[in-house]
T-cell receptor
Framework: SQQGEEDPQALSIQEGENATMNCSYKTSINNLQWYRQNSGRGLVHLILIRSNEREKHSGRLRVTLDTSKKSSSLLITASRAADTASYFC?????????????FGKGTHLIIQP | GAGVSQSPSNKVTEKGKDVELRCDPISGHTALYWYRQSLGQGLEFLIYFQGNSAPDKSGLPSDRFSAERTGGSVSTLTIQRTQQEDSAVYLCASNSGGAAGELFFGEGSRLTVL
């Protein structure tokens, strides 16, 4: 079953604007990760936030985590056409490594030049 | 190699045939994962190896699916008697610390069953 669920499913914005994607999950986690996938490619890790962290930054990326609401958000500031991709949140399962990371269905982000 | 390598990158097969998909993880990574991604969907966990052993095979969709890993390195995912619903991209990932850490993904093997 899907642990993480992203919304919106698709997002189209103008270059230069900020893009915000949300992720909700159902069970307790140790950490939450965000990945990016360009069309026809594998996934690339963007950022990991631990359950005891509330906010984390990496370049133009800002991730927040609210464990009380079981939700996370990914903000991409000053978007560029090259940011066009699908973005997935992933959580570690209650079984630890044995059941891998659980991914949502992703948000497809389109940056209009 | 520098990254996770998967082969073939594309495979077209006829219904009922067997296929083998290969994953060569990053050297030294003890954990290896297989995921399946259907068109426009998220990733479905299939199986996880720690070293050569697979603690949990319950993610495999049916008994037509099997996977092995030898020498703590290369892994093969085998699908027997392929069905059209097996068409998907099969992604392999590895890391050194289990699911608590970042996964490094290959480019995937796109399987099309006619």
């Amino acid at each position: 079953s899907q642990q993480g669920e992203e919304d919106p499913q698709a997002l189209s914005i103008q270059e230069g604007e900020n893009a915000t994607m949300n992720c909700s999950y159902k069970t307790s986690i140790n950490n939450l990760q965000w990945y990016r996938q360009n069309s026809g490619r594998g996934l690339v890790h963007l950022i990991l936030i631990r359950s005891n962290e509330r906010e984390k930054h990496s370049g133009r990326l800002r991730v927040t985590l609210d464990t009380s609401k079981k939700s996370s958000s990914l903000l991409i500031t000053a978007s560029r056409a090259a940011d066009t991709a699908s973005y997935f949140c992933a959580t570690d399962g209650s079984g630890g490594g044995a059941d891998g990371l659980t991914f949502g269905k992703g948000t497809h982000l389109i940056i209009q030049p | 190699g520098a990254g996770v390598s998967q082969s073939p990158s594309n495979k077209v097969t006829e219904k009922g045939k067997d296929v083998e998909l290969r994953c060569d993880p990053i050297s030294g990574h003890t954990a290896l994962y297989w995921y399946r991604q259907s068109l426009g969907q998220g990733l479905e966990f299939l199986i996880y190896f720690q070293g050569n052993s697979a603690p949990d095979k319950s993610g495999l969709p049916s008994d037509r699916f099997s996977a092995e890993r030898t020498g703590g390195s290369v892994s093969t995912l085998t699908i027997q008697r392929t069905q059209q619903e097996d068409s998907a991209v099969y992604l392999c990932a590895s890391n050194s610390g289990g699911a608590a850490g970042e996964l490094f993904f290959g480019e995937g093997s796109r399987l099309t069953v006619l």
